[in-house]
């Protein structure tokens, strides 16, 4: 009772100009805060806006690289039949069906790599390792590695962070590792990316002398990771076309 009177005569004690203040304070907060919320709002509906205008052009380029297919498969076996028909057209036409299969083959792959980013089969979003290459580089023992990164599904923002390469070998009979930071002089360096549909990091390394590698691990942290993407490819060198 006797702090209901006190606050009783605490608000009687109180003037209108001060209620007045209280009431225009309230106002602008409540003000600055519709106009914070209202443009996160029309960003956040632009951001989304050329999301889906980008998925459109890549859905688009799947639909175009079907119909190029059914395209193709269509000559291929006309071919097949020209084939047999003609005998003597037969060096011809084995070429043109040589050249229209090589042709298929690449679209298929490019097919299921774009598939792959805007809808993979497993239904798992987020940062993958799509492919992982080596090639021969220009000097003995140096090879090129090609790292090829997607996002899957997820393309409202940028992914970005670092990549670790280890590979594993052989020095006489001594198991050994070497990181790509390390055989660039610099130990502690990781390979940087940054991208929102897809990446190809691209990094010439120099093996030592007497280094027999069998296998390499690639490790990706990103601030969008709980944990770091970690998978191991065998070591094949390989002459292999860039994405």
């Known amino acids: 009772m006797k702090l209901l009177r006190a ?11 001060q209620w007045l203040a209280v009431g225009a304070s309230a106002s602008v907060l409540l003000l600055s805060w519709w106009y914070a919320y209202h443009r996160g709002q029309v960003a956040a509906g632009l951001d989304l806006t050329r999301v889906t205008l980008e998925r459109r052009e890549m859905n688009q380029r799947i639909e175009r690289l079907d119909a190029e297919n059914a395209q193709l498969h269509a000559k291929v076996a006309e071919l097949e039949m020209a084939r047999q028909l003609d005998r003597e057209a037969y ?6 069906l040589g050249d229209l299969q090589s042709k298929l083959s690449r679209q298929g792959e490019d097919l299921a790599f774009y598939r792959t980013i805007v809808s993979p089969a497993d239904g798992i979003q987020g940062l993958r390792i799509q492919r992982y290459q080596v090639q021969p580089g220009a000097e003995p023992d140096q090879y090129l590695i090609k790292l090829t990164l997607i996002q899957a599904m997820r393309h409202e923002t940028a992914v970005s962070g670092l990549a670790r390469i280890v590979i594993h070998g052989m020095e006489g009979d ?7 930071g390390e055989l660039l002089g610099q130990p502690s360096a990781e390979l940087p990316f940054s991208f929102r549909y897809f990446q190809t990091i691209e990094q010439n390394v120099t093996l030592p002398a007497g280094f027999q590698a069998y296998e390499s691990e690639v490790s990706l942290r990103s601030s969008k990771l709980r944990f770091p993407v970690q998978q191991s490819f065998p070591w094949k060198v390989e002459e292999a076309a860039a994405l």
């Open 7 to 17: 606050f009783r005569s605490w608000l009687a004690g109180v003037g209108w100009a």
């Open 91 to 96: 060096g011809q036409v084995e070429r043109t």
């Open 174 to 180: 001594r198991p050994v590792q070497y990181s790509v």
